[in-house]
C-alpha cells in the first residue's frame, strides 16, 4: 500500500495530540486500575479515588486554585454552560445582565442567547480592531443588576490575551461574578485565579496534551452554583455522573507537563511562530498580521492573504493542516465571526488562515510551510488576476 504522507499538522488550538507520558498514565486506570471513585467499601474504588484526588491538586495548582475549588466536566463547553446557566439559575430572580464580548468561543455565545431566551440582557463588548477589549469598556457597562462578566483568557482563532486581571479586579470591586473561558491559555501562559480576581475559570485537556472529553470548571469557594445535571450528587453536587478517572488522571498528568515546561515552550513556540510570520511576510506580499502581535499566545498567529479566493485557498493548502476558524455548514462557508467583529473586510475574512504550533512542530515543519504557502499563493494569485481582470 503506498503510504500517503500526512499534511504538517499546524492546529494545535483546535486541538493536541494526546502527549506518550499523559497516555502511560492514564492506561492503567482503564484495566487493573478501573474502579469507580464513588466506590467506598473496596479497594478498587479507594485507589481511583485517590487518583482523582491527587489530579485535583495537580490541576488546581497549575491555576492558583485551592483543590475543592476544581469541578470536573466533560470539557470547555460544558464547564462554560455551567458556569454561566448555573449562576443565571441561582440568581437571575434579582441579577439578570450579563456582560460578555463579541469574539468568546461558541460555547459562550450560544449559551448567552439561550439565557436571553429564558429572561437575560446580554451585552456584548465590541473589540477595538486589535481584538482587545479595555476593562474600561465593562467598567462602562455594569448596572446594578449585572450578574457575571465573562470575557476569554485568549482567543482561539487569533490568540489576543484580554486584560483579565484589570477586568477580575473591576468585577471583585462592583460585586460582580467574573467567569473566564481560558481553555486557549492554559498550559500556556502562567494563571492565578486570585491575582485576577477570577470567580469562575473554564478549561480542556484536549487543547493541552490530554485526551478529549475531560475539563474542569474552577469555582471560587463561596461561589454559588445551580447543578445542570442531576444524579449521585457527584463533585460536590454541581456536577452529578460518574468520574471519567483515566481522563482525569490524564488532565493532571497535562497539567504536570505543561508546570514544568510552560516558560521554556512558550519561548520556542513564539520563535517559531515567528519565523513562519516572518517567513510568509518575506515571501508575498499583501499580507496581513490580524489580532494585537504583542498581547498574544506564543503558538498563534492568523494572517490573511489579499488577492486570493478565500474558498479556493484552503481546498489549495494540501501540505499543511491549518483551519480558518469560521463556521462551515453544508449551505455556505461565512467568514470568521471574530475577524469580521475586528472590523476585517469580507475578501480578507475569507482568506485568512490560523496557524497554530504546538509541542511537535519543528523548525523543519515551519521550512516546509512557508514554501507550500508561498508557492499555493503565488498560483493562486496568478488565476486570480486573470479572473479579475
Ligand atoms: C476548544 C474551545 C472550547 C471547547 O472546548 P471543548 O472541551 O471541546 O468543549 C471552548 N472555548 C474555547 C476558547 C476553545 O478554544
Not at 485576577?196 to 475539563?215: E, F, M, Q, R, V
Not at 519561548?267 to 498580521?289: F, K, M, T, V
Request: hydrophobic fraction near 40%.
Amino acid at each position: 500500500m503506498p503510504t500517503l504522507s500526512r499534511p504538517i499538522y499546524l492546529d494545535y488550538n483546535a486541538t493536541t495530540p494526546v502527549d506518550p507520558r499523559v497516555l502511560d498514565a492514564m492506561l492503567p486506570w482503564f484495566t487493573e486500575q478501573f474502579g469507580n471513585a464513588a466506590s467506598r467499601t473496596h479497594l478498587y474504588g479507594w485507589e481511583a479515588a485517590d487518583a482523582v484526588s491527587d489530579a485535583r491538586k495537580q490541576v488546581a495548582k497549575l491555576i492558583g486554585a485551592g483543590e475543592k475549588e476544581i469541578v470536573f466536566t466533560s470539557g470547555a463547553t460544558e464547564s462554560n454552560n455551567l458556569a454561566l446557566k448555573g449562576a443565571f439559575e441561582t440568581l437571575g430572580a434579582t441579577r439578570r445582565h450579563i456582560i460578555t464580548v463579541a469574539t468568546e468561543h461558541k460555547a459562550i455565545l450560544d449559551t448567552c442567547q439561550h439565557l436571553e431566551d429564558l429572561g437575560a440582557e446580554v451585552t456584548y463588548l465590541l473589540p477595538a480592531s486589535d481584538g482587545l477589549i479595555m476593562p474600561q469598556q465593562v467598567q462602562e457597562a455594569m448596572r446594578p443588576d449585572t450578574l457575571l462578566v465573562s470575557v476569554m483568557y485568549a482567543n482561539n482563532e487569533i490568540g489576543v490575551i484580554q486584560p483579565i486581571a484589570g477586568i477580575g479586579q473591576l468585577c471583585r470591586a462592583a460585586g460582580v461574578l467574573f467567569h473566564t473561558d481560558a481553555t486557549q491559555a492554559v498550559g500556556k501562559i502562567p494563571i492565578s485565579v486570585d491575582k485576577s480576581y477570577i470567580d469562575l475559570l473554564s478549561l480542556t485537556a484536549h487543547k493541552l496534551y490530554g485526551p478529549k472529553g475531560i475539563g474542569a470548571l474552577y469555582v471560587r469557594k463561596g461561589v454559588k452554583l445551580t447543578a445542570q445535571q442531576d444524579g449521585g450528587r457527584h463533585e460536590r453536587g454541581h456536577r452529578s455522573g460518574t468520574l471519567n478517572v483515566p481522563g482525569i488522571v490524564g488532565l493532571a498528568k497535562a497539567c504536570q507537563l505543561a508546570a514544568g515546561t510552560m516558560q521554556e515552550e512558550a519561548n520556542h513556540l513564539a520563535q517559531l511562530r515567528d519565523s513562519l510570520e516572518n517567513g510568509i511576510l518575506n515571501a508575498l506580499p499583501d499580507i496581513q498580521i490580524n489580532g494585537n502581535r504583542e498581547k498574544r499566545l506564543p503558538q498563534t498567529t492568523n494572517i490573511s492573504f489579499g488577492r486570493v479566493d478565500g474558498e479556493e485557498l484552503l481546498m489549495a493548502f494540501n501540505r499543511i493542516a491549518v483551519s480558518n476558524g469560521s463556521a462551515c455548514t453544508s449551505a455556505s462557508v461565512e467568514p470568521s465571526f471574530v475577524l469580521k467583529a475586528l472590523g476585517v473586510p469580507d475578501d480578507l475574512a475569507y482568506a485568512s488562515v490560523r496557524f497554530s504550533l504546538g509541542r511537535f512542530t519543528s523548525n523543519e515543519d515551519i521550512e516546509v510551510a512557508i514554501q507550500h504557502v508561498k508557492e499555493v499563493v503565488e498560483r493562486l494569485r496568478k488565476q486570480y488576476s486573470l479572473e479579475v481582470g
